[in-house]
C-alpha cells in the first residue's frame, strides 16, 4: 500500500511544464502500479495542479477516478496576499514574459509581499486583476474538462455552500456529497449535520470568506476584478458583489462589517486615515472602550 500512496504521491507534483515530456512508456509505471492489490480502494491529495493534470490522470487511471472540484469565490482569491498561483502561472494573469514581468519594461515584483508588509489595494490593482484572471483560467478549464470528459465522476463543490448558509442546508450539502461520491459513512442528514456542527459552526469562519472578507475595498477594484472574471463567477454561480450587498442590507448587516483582506479599508474611522487596516480595526476597538 505505501508503495502504491507513493507512487501517487510522487505522479501527483509533476508540474505543468513537465506533462509535454511524457510518453506512454514513462506512463506504464503508473498504470501498472495502480491494478496491484495493495492500491487502496480509496485515497486522495490535495494538490493546485491537480485542475491541470485531470487529462493525464484520467488515462493513467482509466476512468477509474472521481474529481471532487473545490472552488472558492475568485474574488475571495484575488484579494488574497497569498499570490503563489500568480508566480506559478503568470502568463494566465497576462504576464508574457519573465515570472514577474509583462513586457520588457514593467516588473510586478511588488505583487509578493516581503514579511510583514502591507500594501493598499490602490497600488496592488493589477495584482489583484491577474490574481483573478489565473483563478478563472484554472477553474473554468479544469471544470469544463470534468463535465465533458468525466460525466458524474465530476464533483464541483463550492465551498461557501459548507460554511455560509444555515446549519440545514449546510448538512444537506454534505450529505449530497457523501453520497454522490459513493462512501457511506454520512448516509443521513443528521450525520451530515453532526460533521457541519464539528467542522463548519465557528461564527469567525463566515467572516474570512465572500464579501465579508473584501467588500470594504474599493468598490472600482471590486467591479474591476469581477469583469476580469465575469465568466467564471457566472460558471461557478457567484453573485455580482452589489447584489450580495443588498443581501446584508436585508439581513441588517452594516457595510462596516465588511472587511478588504488587501491593504487598507475604504471604510474608515475618523482618524483612521492612512492607517492599515488591522491598525484601523485596533483603533475601533479602542474608541469602543
Keep these: 500500500m505505501k508503495q502504491a ?56 487511471m482509466g476512468g477509474r477516478h472521481t474529481f471532487v472540484h473545490i472552488i472558492r469565490d475568485g474574488r475571495d482569491m484575488a484579494f488574497s496576499r497569498n499570490r ?4 506559478k502561472y503568470p502568463k494566465f494573469g497576462g504576464q508574457v514574459v519573465g515570472l514577474f514581468k509583462l ?29 483573478m484572471r489565473v483563478w478563472e483560467k484554472m ?5 469544463r474538462f470534468g463535465q465533458r470528459e468525466m460525466g458524474l465522476r465530476y464533483v ?3 465551498v461557501e ?26 448516509d443521513t442528514t443528521a450525520k451530515a449535520q ?22 470594504g475595498c474599493n468598490p472600482a477594484i471590486i467591479d474591476e476584478v469581477e469583469a476580469a472574471g465575469a465568466e467564471g463567477l457566472a460558471h461557478f454561480g457567484y453573485s455580482a458583489w452589489r447584489t450580495l450587498r443588498e443581501e446584508q442590507k436585508k439581513q441588517g448587516i452594516p457595510e462596516s462589517a465588511n472587511s478588504c483582506s488587501v491593504g487598507i479599508s475604504q471604510i474608515q474611522v475618523p482618524g483612521s486615515e492612512g492607517l492599515h487596516s488591522g491598525e484601523a480595526n485596533t483603533k475601533r476597538k479602542k474608541k469602543g472602550k
Excluded at 10 to 34: C, D, H, I, Y
Excluded at 162 to 177: G, H, S, V, Y
Design 5 to 60: 500512496t507513493d507512487t501517487i504521491r510522487e505522479f501527483a507534483n509533476v508540474g505543468q511544464t513537465q506533462l509535454g515530456k511524457w510518453n506512454s512508456r514513462q506512463l506504464k509505471p503508473w498504470e501498472v502500479g495502480l491494478d496491484r492489490k495493495e492500491c487502496p480502494r480509496r485515497m486522495g491529495w490535495k494538490h493546485g495542479p491537480t485542475l491541470f493534470l485531470q487529462p493525464v490522470y484520467e488515462h493513467v
Design 84 to 87: 503563489n498561483n500568480l508566480a
Design 103 to 131: 513586457g520588457k519594461k514593467k516588473t510586478y515584483n511588488h505583487c509578493f509581499y516581503k514579511p510583514n508588509e502591507h500594501h493598499s489595494a490602490e497600488k496592488d490593482r493589477e495584482c489583484i486583476v491577474m490574481q
Design 139 to 143: 477553474n473554468l478549464g479544469a471544470a
Design 156 to 158: 464541483p463543490v463550492r
Design 161 to 186: 455552500d459548507l460554511i455560509l448558509p444555515d446549519e440545514r442546508t449546510r448538512a444537506e450539502t454534505i450529505w449530497r456529497f457523501f453520497k454522490r461520491i459513493g462512501v457511506g459513512t454520512v
Design 194 to 215: 453532526e460533521l457541519s456542527q464539528k467542522i463548519f459552526s465557528s461564527a469567525s469562519l463566515k467572516s474570512h470568506f465572500s464579501i465579508a472578507r473584501w467588500g
